[in-house]
């Protein structure tokens, strides 16, 4: 069985950082694509981050470009999302999802639809 554990989020003050994982098991992250999403109350799902898993490419919404760093280690079958310069607009609950193969652009990707997610994990940046 296909598994994401997210792990990583917290209350932050604005400026502050944290660094959510996404941890698989069930399959490998090798030959995919992953992507963070992030949901707040009352709003629709907003992708944030996707990377290519094997080539390390990476894609950002404009709205944390600059700020949050997606990254992979294959080798633990985990994705990262470092998040810096928080602010409270960024206040949500993160979740990862993953699909494989990878047939689609990094920007599709974060339109969602992916066929493995996890549970998702809160953030909250206070001002």
């Known amino acids: 069985e296909v598994q994401l554990a997210e792990s990583g989020g917290g209350s932050v003050q604005a400026g502050g950082s944290l660094k959510l994982s996404c941890a698989a098991s069930?399959?490998?992250?090798?030959?995919?694509?992953v992507g963070w999403f992030r949901q707040a109350p009352g709003k629709a799902p907003e992708g944030v981050a996707a990377i290519f898993t094997r080539a390390g490419d990476t894609y950002y919404a404009d709205s944390v470009k600059g700020r949050f760093t997606i990254s992979r280690d294959n080798a633990k079958n985990t994705v990262y999302l470092q998040m810096d310069s928080l602010r409270p607009d960024d206040t949500g609950v993160y979740y990862c999802?993953?699909?494989?193969?990878?047939?689609?652009?990094?920007?599709?990707?974060?339109?969602?639809?992916?066929?493995?997610r996890g549970q998702g994990t809160q953030v909250t940046v206070s001002s």
């Open positions: 999802a993953a699909e494989s193969p990878c047939g689609r652009t990094l920007p599709d990707v974060l339109t969602g639809g992916q066929k493995y």
């Open positions: 069930g399959f490998t992250y090798t030959y995919n694509c």
